[in-house]
């Protein structure tokens, strides 16, 4: 590691000048006053790892700064700060692990590296006594995990609720509002940055999936794999679950939950109803939120940008302030949390909550009773039903049942019956109400 007693200049290397790296270069370059302040020693920009060089960026460099071979990031010794912003698996995971057995300190905004392979870096870190800071990896500009790690340390966690996919937000958020397709609110979210290189990321719910998978480690301290998830995406909700949802009293949100359980943890990401009146209906456009609840602290909800170059910046600067503040003579490690391989995740199937099913069905006598009745066999108690839509012509009507408590492997099973019966035309929706 290099030399940093004090007053030397923390030297950072960029991995990475898209969205998110022209921020970090922006902020460190106009603003070096307002962050060495802080730091209490300068903190220099010294190189930018790109992969075209030629290509026109919207933030001016100085000549020499950019490069296109990581070595002269990573094996450079007089740099002691990495900056990772390049997003995705590879190669940025690979070059984490180089940075830090090379000894440089590292802030990284990779929700997807940290959810696959973060307790493994965590622990490199950890032997090569240097810091991995990875605020911006969920929540943009909220600092959830800060406060996880430190401010709320003390708690025993008991759920995390969260909104954490801003690009999906602010589709649902359109298409419930100005009944926006869901195309176009999507194109409108890849033109503010929001959205991923690739946007089946957000909006299949895998991004969703990688900070919920982080969010559960650093709450209930136990490894909580994207694998072991349940993911649904957002692309199969139609105008109709809006407007059944509105009449019913609830918003649509993409919720991403993980639960600590009397058998384990219950972890998923899927599109569901929250009552109107709930915290979480009412967080909009790409704007996140996560509600965590502890045994001390009760609930705690934090909520703001959750994307986009400026929130994701704060976060990165914030936390390689937090760094170049804590080094010098006798630094120590800055608080982290390691999860453990504990194993102990819940499959969905044991899920237990209020469903929204909306069918196509044959509009004839006796036809509810057949569903009624496959429900009834499965244990399913209803709540409500809605028939509006009916099309004479055809004979057919949408009905959308909610039904009381009910477990998941039940319903399924329920709807599969449901699905073979001469009078069922289609399965819209099958929604979970989350309360
Ligand atoms: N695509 C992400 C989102 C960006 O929409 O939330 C921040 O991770």
């Known amino acids: 590691m290099s030399d940093l007693s004090d007053n030397i200049p923390v030297n950072i290397g960029l991995l990475g000048l898209g969205v998110v790296g022209g921020g970090v270069a922006a902020a460190l370059l106009e603003q070096p006053e307002d962050i060495s302040a802080q730091t209490g020693r300068p903190v220099n920009l010294k190189k930018v790892l790109v992969r075209d060089a030629a290509r026109p960026r919207d933030v001016q460099l100085p000549d020499g700064l950019i490069t296109t071979n990581p070595e002269d990031i990573l094996a450079d010794p007089d740099i002691s700060l990495v900056v990772e912003v390049i997003g995705g698996e590879s190669p940025a995971a690979q070059y984490l692990q180089d940075a830090l057995k090379a000894g440089k300190h590292v802030v990284t905004a990779n929700k997807e590296v940290m959810a696959k392979r973060g307790p493994e870096l965590l622990s490199l870190a950890q032997r090569h006594n240097v810091n991995l800071l990875y605020e911006a990896s969920v929540g943009g500009g909220i600092p959830i995990i800060g406060c996880l790690v430190k401010e709320l340390a003390a708690n025993r966690f008991r759920s995390v609720r969260s909104i954490i996919n801003g690009t999906t937000n602010y589709i649902l958020t359109r298409m419930a509002n100005d009944h926006t397709g869901f195309a176009l609110a999507l194109s409108e979210a890849q033109e503010q940055g929001y959205a991923e290189a690739d946007p089946t990321n957000d909006i299949e719910g895998y991004d969703a999936v990688y900070k919920l998978s982080i969010l559960a480690g650093l709450a209930f301290h136990r490894r909580v794999p994207p694998e072991s998830i349940h993911r649904e995406g957002i692309t199969r909700l139609q105008p109709q679950d809006f407007r059944y949802a509105h009449e019913l009293g609830y918003a649509i949100k993409s919720l991403a939950i993980a639960t600590m359980e009397e058998g384990g943890i219950q972890a998923r990401v899927y599109p569901a109803l929250v009552p109107q009146d709930n915290m979480l209906a009412k967080v909009d456009g790409v704007y996140n939120a996560v509600e965590v609840e502890g045994s001390l602290c009760g609930r705690v909800l934090i909520h703001g940008r959750g994307a986009g170059r400026g929130p994701t910046t704060s976060a990165v600067v914030g936390d390689l302030i937090e760094i170049a503040r804590n080094l010098g003579a006798g630094s120590t490690p800055l608080p982290s949390i390691t999860p453990e391989d504990a194993g102990g995740i819940r499959s969905i199937d044991d899920l237990e909550c209020q469903y ?24 399913i108690s209803i709540a409500s039903v809605l028939q509006k839509d009916a099309n004479p012509e055809a004979q057919t009507a949408e009905i959308v049942i909610t039904t009381h408590p009910a477990r998941e492997l039940w319903v399924q099973k329920a709807l599969e019956l449901a699905a073979n019966l001469e009078v069922v035309q289609e399965i819209n929706s099958l929604l979970r109400i989350e309360d």
Do not use: H, K, S, Y
Request: proline share 4%; glycine share 8%; charged share 20%.
């Open 356 to 379: 929204f099913l909306r069918l196509n069905i044959a509009d004839r006598p006796g036809v509810l009773a057949q569903i009624a009745r496959i429900l009834g066999e499965q244990n």
